[in-house]
C-alpha cells in the first residue's frame, strides 16, 4: 500500500528510475535523508529572491518616475521663515537657496516655475518672507510682491556732517550711532584708496571718513549691520566720483582730489540754491589761491563744524563771538591759513561737480540776498556791503 501511494506523486515517465532509486522507510526514519528539508530551504531562497527583485523593480520604477516628475509641494505653505536673494542671483541659485530653507522641494521646480513666468526677471535682491514647504509657483509669487521684500530704505541728504548722517542712520535702522562710528573709524579698511588722503600743500592728513559717506537713497536688508551700510555709502561715493572721473578732473586746478572734496564740502555747506554750489567753490578757490587777505576761508561753518565735533550746539553767524570765530585752538577756525584739515560734511553730486568746475571768475564774496537762499557775489568789499544792504531789505540777514 504504501508503495502504492508513493507510485501516486513520481512522474509517469520516470516509474522506473525512481523506482530503483527509491530509499527503504527505515533509512528515512533514521535521518540519513534531506528531501524535506532541501524543499525548505528552496522556498525560503525563492522568497528571499523574489523579493529582492521586487524592490530592486520598486526603486528603478522610483527613479524612473522622478526622472519624468519634478518634486514639489502640493500646498501653500505654512508658517514663515526669512531668506535672502543676493546681487547677481540666477533662478538655481534662488531656488537652491528655497530648497535649504525647507521653502520649496526641488531647485528644478522653482526653476521651471521661473521659466514660465517672464516676470521672474524683476526679482530684486534683498531679504523676503515667504513660508515653508510651497509650491514653487507660490513662493515665485511672494518673490514678486513687493511687499513681502523686506528692506530698510532712507534718504540721507546732502550737507550731513558724518555724525549728523550717523543719527539720521539710527533713527531709520535702529543700530546705535556709536555703531556707524565705529564701524568707519577706519576709512581705508573700507576700501577708501590711500590716495584720496593726499594734499599738495604738505598739510598732513589724517585718514577720515568725512566726506565719503555719499548722501543718497539706499535700501538696506532687514539684516542689515553698520558694517555693511557703511560700506555701501563709501562703495556709492567711489562709483559717483568714479564715473565722474573727479580725480582726473582736478588736475588742471593744480590741487589734489582731497583737497577739492573739501571745497565740495564748503560749498555744500555755504551755498542755498544747487545754482550757486560752483560759484561758492570758485570764491574758496579765489580766498585760498588768489589775492586775498588773509589767504583764508573766512567761511562761519567751519566754526561750527568744529561746535560739533565737540558736542556743541551749532550757532547762527550773528550769534558766534569773535573769540569763537577766531579760536586760535580751533583747526577750523576761520583765520586759518589755508584749507581747513578735512571735508565738514558729505557733498553730494552736484557739490562734488561744482568743485571740479567751479565758475563766476574773480569772485571773493557772496551772501545770501533771499529768502529761497540763492546768493550775490562780488568783486569787491564794496560791492559786497551793497549786497548785504539788499539781503537786509529782503529780511535774510
Known amino acids: 500500500m504504501i508503495d502504492e501511494l508513493e507510485l501516486a506523486f513520481d512522474d509517469p515517465g520516470d516509474k522506473g528510475r525512481h523506482r530503483r532509486g527509491r530509499r527503504r522507510a527505515s533509512d528515512r526514519k533514521k535521518g540519513k535523508g534531506g528531501g524535506a528539508g532541501k524543499s525548505i530551504v528552496a522556498l525560503l531562497m525563492s522568497v528571499v529572491l523574489l523579493g529582492a527583485l521586487g524592490a530592486g523593480v520598486w526603486y528603478g520604477f522610483d527613479r524612473v518616475q522622478n526622472f519624468f516628475t519634478t518634486p514639489d509641494y502640493s500646498g501653500g505653505g505654512t508658517g514663515e521663515v526669512t531668506i535672502q536673494v543676493k546681487k547677481g542671483d540666477t533662478a538655481t541659485d534662488i531656488g537652491n537657496t528655497l530648497v535649504q530653507a525647507d521653502v520649496v522641494k526641488s531647485a528644478k521646480a522653482f526653476v521651471n516655475a521661473a521659466n ?3 516676470r521672474s526677471a524683476n526679482i530684486q535682491p534683498g531679504t523676503y518672507k515667504v513660508r515653508l514647504q510651497m509650491r514653487a509657483t507660490d513662493a515665485l509669487a511672494l518673490l514678486l510682491d513687493p511687499k513681502n521684500r523686506q528692506v ?3 534718504t540721507i541728504p546732502e550737507g550731513l556732517s558724518a555724525k ?3 543719527k539720521e ?3 531709520d535702522t535702529g543700530i ?4 556707524f562710528e565705529k564701524a568707519a573709524k577706519d576709512p581705508l579698511a573700507l576700501g577708501i584708496p590711500e590716495w584720496w588722503f593726499t594734499r599738495t600743500d604738505g598739510k598732513k592728513v589724517t585718514p577720515s571718513i568725512e566726506g565719503f559717506l555719499f548722501p543718497d ?4 536688508d532687514a539684516n542689515a549691520t553698520a558694517d555693511t551700510v557703511i560700506r555701501a555709502m563709501v562703495q556709492r561715493f567711489l562709483t559717483v566720483t568714479g564715473g565722474m572721473k573727479f580725480a582726473e578732473a582736478v588736475q588742471p586746478l593744480s590741487i589734489s582730489p582731497y583737497e577739492a572734496l573739501i571745497v565740495a564740502s564748503l560749498a555744500q555747506a555755504e551755498a542755498g540754491i ?5 560759484k561758492v567753490a570758485r570764491v574758496a578757490y579765489n580766498r585760498l589761491y588768489k589775492d586775498f587777505p588773509c589767504n583764508c576761508l573766512e567761511m562761519d561753518v567751519t566754526v561750527n563744524y568744529w561746535f560739533e565735533l565737540n558736542g556743541k550746539p551749532r550757532k547762527a553767524s550773528k550769534n558766534m563771538t569773535v573769540a569763537e570765530l577766531d579760536d586760535p585752538k580751533n583747526p577750523y577756525n576761520r583765520k586759518l591759513r589755508g584749507l581747513i584739515p578735512t571735508p565738514i560734511d558729505n557733498p553730494g553730486k552736484a557739490a562734488l561737480e561744482g568743485a571740479i568746475k567751479p565758475t563766476g571768475g574773480d569772485i571773493y564774496y557772496f551772501v545770501a540776498i533771499d529768502k529761497s537762499g540763492k546768493s550775490a557775489f562780488a568783486r569787491t568789499s564794496a560791492e559786497h556791503e551793497a549786497n548785504k544792504a539788499i539781503a537786509r531789505k529782503n ?3
Do not use: C, R
Open 176 to 179: 546705535p550711532a556709536a555703531e
Open 274 to 278: 544747487t545754482e550757486d554750489l560752483a
Open 152 to 154: 530698510n530704505g532712507h
Open 116 to 118: 514660465e513666468n517672464s
Open 395 to 397: 529780511g535774510v540777514l
Open 217 to 220: 537713497t539706499y535700501e538696506f
Open 164 to 166: 549728523a548722517t550717523y
Open 169 to 171: 542712520l539710527e533713527k
